[in-house]
Nanobody, 119 residues
Framework: QVQVVESGGGLVQAGDSLRLSCLVS????????MGWFRRAPGKEREFVAQ????????SYADSVKGRFTISRDNAKNTVYLQMNNLKPEDTAVYYC????????????WGQGTQVTVSS
């Protein structure tokens, strides 16, 4: 069974940087498409970024484009989200998710890590 565990959240000030990590169990991590999502207080969960299994293709929500960078290290079964120039509106619980089937939906989710950005 594939498991996903996020880490790296915390309390920072506006303009600071933070890097989230997501460790994924399983022997075939290099075949998974990986994504980051977030849920702000009182809002629906929203897409933040995703990366292809090879790491070559990435995409971002408009709200984070130019500030966040998703990357992966297939040798370490880990995907990262580098977040720069954080804003108070980035405050949310951030979730990592894995799509185990090519072209499939995100079906395996972590428990989330809290990111709080103070103004």
């Amino acid at each position: 069974q594939v498991q996903v565990v996020e880490s790296g959240g915390g309390l920072v000030q506006a303009g600071d940087s933070l890097r989230l990590s997501c460790l994924v169990s399983g022997r075939t991590f290099s075949t998974y498409r990986m994504g980051w999502f977030r849920r702000a207080p009182g809002k629906e969960r929203e897409f933040v970024a995703q990366i292809s299994s090879s790491g070559i293709i990435t995409s971002y929500a408009d709200s984070v484009k130019g500030r966040f960078t998703i990357s992966r290290d297939n040798a370490k079964n880990t995907v990262y989200l580098q977040m720069n120039n954080l804003k108070p509106e980035d405050t949310a619980v951030y979730y990592c998710a894995a799509a185990l089937v090519r072209g499939g939906a995100y079906e395996t989710w972590g428990q989330g890590t809290q990111v709080t950005v103070s103004s």
